[in-house]
T-cell receptor, first 113, second 112 residues
Framework: DADVTQTPRNRITKTGKRIMLECSQT?????MYWYRQDPGLGLQLIYY???????NKGEISDGYSVSRQAQAKFSLSLESAIPNQTALYFC????????????FGEGSRLTVL | GQSLEQPSEVTAVEGAIVQINCTYQ??????LSWYQQHDGGAPTFLSY????GLEETGRFSSFLSRSDSYGYLLLQELQMKDSASYFC?????????????FGQGTELSVKP
């Protein structure tokens, strides 16, 4: 089983719908992140959390919200999806940033029609 | 704010050496990481430079110069499987967020 699991892997939805992407990890890491990737572009940080009671906005948090339900779970929500939120979403974890290493999930491909 | 620049595309032949450069402008710089991504799959960590100088890991090496706000990834003995996108990423100081900011990526094509 993967250390960082994202569900769903693929989702097609309509404009205005609420969508939740879930991430769970078995690595025991405190830090979790949500990134968005558009075709041919880099990874943009949406939200990140350094522990259960810590939530921080990233570069592009507008239109998104998150919930850190437990050390192992970090969910990303789109309250009212719009077409320009169509993208590949990655969850990642790290134990600390001393090595600059993130462990990524396989990604959730979201299409908003 | 933070910004990173790297070339969008690089092409090289199998067996050759290629260097992918990354320049950055950021407040609270702490270190520079490199990641590899194949065809929209999960990015995987390659290396990290917290100090100036060269870090070597097998065929891959990474270099950092803090004074020049510059780093590079060096890939030696290129193989076809090295065709992928490569991202540099800046780690920011914890008291300024502690986050990891990615560049736009360099698509490397390795030709026979």
């Amino acid at each position: 089983d993967a250390d960082v699991t994202q569900t769903p892997r693929n989702r097609i939805t309509k404009t205005g719908k609420r969508i939740m992407l879930e991430c769970s990890q078995t690595k025991g890491h405190d830090r979790m992140y949500w990134y968005r990737q558009d075709p041919g572009l880099g990874l943009q940080l949406i939200y990140y959390s350094f522990d259960v009671k810590d939530i921080n906005k990233g570069e592009i948090s507008d239109g998104y919200s998150v919930s850190r339900q437990a050390q192992a779970k970090f969910s990303l929500s789109l309250e009212s999806a719009i077409p320009n939120q169509t993208a590949l979403y990655f969850c990642a974890t790290s134990d600390s940033m001393n090595t600059g290493e993130l462990f990524f999930g396989e990604g959730s491909r979201l299409t908003v029609l | 704010g933070q910004s990173l620049e790297q070339p969008s595309e690089v092409t090289a032949v199998e067996g050759a050496i290629v260097q992918i450069n990354c320049t950055y402008q950021t407040s609270g710089f702490y270190g520079l990481s490199w990641y590899q991504q194949h065809d929209g799959g999960a990015p995987t960590f390659l290396s990290y430079n917290g100090l100036d100088g060269l870090e070597e890991t097998g065929r891959f090496s990474s270099f950092l110069s803090r004074s020049d706000s510059y780093g590079y990834l060096l890939l030696q003995e290129l193989q076809m499987k090295d065709s992928a996108s490569y991202f540099c990423a800046v780690r920011v100081l914890y008291n300024q967020g502690g986050k990891l900011i990615f560049g736009q990526g360099t698509e490397l094509s390795v030709k026979p």
